[in-house]
């Protein structure tokens, strides 16, 4: 079964200052795709970044960047100049194929705290 | 893109009670997946919907079910409620082809 495994339940940086949230994922699967959802006290879940596993160049989006490990299965997450708006749970997910639907599978989160 | 929208934002309803949540898609998205995240977990895949009929579930029982409508809109159904079905519902949905859900707010049931 896939799994995936946040070690870090809570982590606190001061703002400007990079941050990396962990995420380590299980599967015996050659193709697939990992994603970082933020999801702040609105509830919504938002994509912060995405990687294709065929892919060997790490994905970046502005002050977010992956460092992806396929051979370790390992997916972290680094946020550079961190801001107040950063704060929020940090989830990280793999995608999968089940009975041809495509299905999430989270990890337990990673609650990101920014400070002033 | 008006969003992915979930009604009702908040629900209480009583053990044994039957409940329904809706999700209105963006204009487009053929697929819309459910998730149920309990409190201080991940979410879990419920099930999706493509073109109004179910292809893929997770490891909820039948009283888990739904419905999705030409209008890109859906709806999650659960009967017999139990206190362990109080979480928070999210409707995800996108369109054929890409990767990237769009998620809504999200409903948050409380059994009591």
């Known amino acids: 079964a896939q799994t995936v495994t946040q070690s870090q339940p809570e982590m606190s940086v001061q703002e400007a200052e990079t941050v990396t949230l962990s995420c380590t994922y299980d599967t015996s699967e050659n193709n697939y795709y990992l994603f970082w959802y933020k999801q702040p006290p609105s509830r919504q879940m938002i994509l912060v970044i995405r990687q294709e596993a065929y892919k060997q160049q790490n994905a970046t989006e502005n002050r977010f960047s992956v460092n992806f490990q396929k051979a370790a299965k390992s997916f972290s997450l680094k946020i550079s100049d961190s801001q107040l708006g950063d704060t929020a749970m940090y989830f990280c997910?793999?995608?999968?194929?089940?009975?041809?639907?495509?299905?999430?599978?989270f990890g337990q989160g990673t609650r990101l705290t920014i400070n002033p | 893109e008006t969003g992915v929208t979930q009604s009702p934002t908040h629900l209480i309803k009583t053990r044994g009670q039957q409940v329904t949540l809706r999700c209105s898609s963006q204009s487009g998205h053929n697929t819309v997946s459910w998730y149920q995240q309990a409190l201080g977990q991940g979410p879990q895949f419920i099930f999706q919907y493509y073109r109004e009929e179910e292809n893929g579930r997770g490891n909820f029982p039948p009283r888990f079910s739904g419905l999705q409508f030409p209008n890109y809109s859906s709806e999650l159904n659960v009967n017999a409620l139990e206190l362990d079905d109080s979480a928070l519902y999210l409707c995800?949905?996108?369109?054929?082809?890409?990767?990237?859900?769009?998620f809504g707010s999200g409903t948050r049931l409380t059994v009591v």
């Open positions: 997910a793999f995608m999968k194929l089940i009975q041809g639907a495509q299905k999430l599978v």
């Open positions: 995800a949905s996108r369109t054929g082809g890409r990767y990237g859900y769009t």
